[in-house]
């Protein structure tokens, strides 16, 4: 936990990645509240939803991060972690994971390029 919060208070640090696996247990509303206090995304990780995942507890921890964020009203990035070019861009667990929670669709970044482009500044 004292490892996401460290990070998070870098002013580069914009997106934390892989919140999901139990190997590294972290108190998850903690997370969840300084990505509000520091509008910094959490990544919904694509690849840690396949079944084939050697990540531990991915679908069950990703569930309660959205249902903190769904809380606190806190953006998320719904991330491919695409290992080869037919990958990017695809988002088939993590976003049905979205649907079968009925996580906000105005709280997932990526939904709306405007939100990207103000998020990181690309008009400057």
Same mark, same amino acid.
């Given at each position: ?13 914009k997106? /934390?990645?892989?919140? =999901? =696996? @139990?190997?590294?247990?972290?108190d !998850? +509303?903690?997370?969840? !509240? ?9 990544? /919904? ?6 079944? @084939? ?13 959205l ?5 606190? !009203? ?8 695409a290992?080869?070019?037919? @990958? ?11 649907? +079968?929670?009925?996580f906000p ?8 390029? @405007? ?8 008009? !400057?």
């Amino acid at each position: 936990t004292n490892t996401y919060l460290k990070a998070m208070d870098h002013p580069k640090v914009k997106i /934390i990645g892989h919140p =999901d =696996d @139990d190997r590294f247990i972290f108190d !998850k +509303e903690s997370i969840v !509240k300084k990505a509000k206090e520091k509008n910094i995304l959490l990544e /919904i990780n694509n690849s840690s939803l396949k079944p @084939d995942t050697f990540r531990q507890g991915a679908r069950e921890n990703i569930i309660e991060l959205l249902e903190l964020c769904k809380k606190y !009203k806190v953006r998320v990035v719904l991330g491919s972690d695409a290992h080869i070019s037919y @990958d990017v861009g695809k988002f088939p667990y993590n976003g049905n994971l979205i649907e +079968e929670v009925n996580f906000p669709k105005e709280l997932v970044i990526n939904y709306h390029e @405007d939100q990207i482009v103000e998020f990181f500044n690309l008009n !400057k």
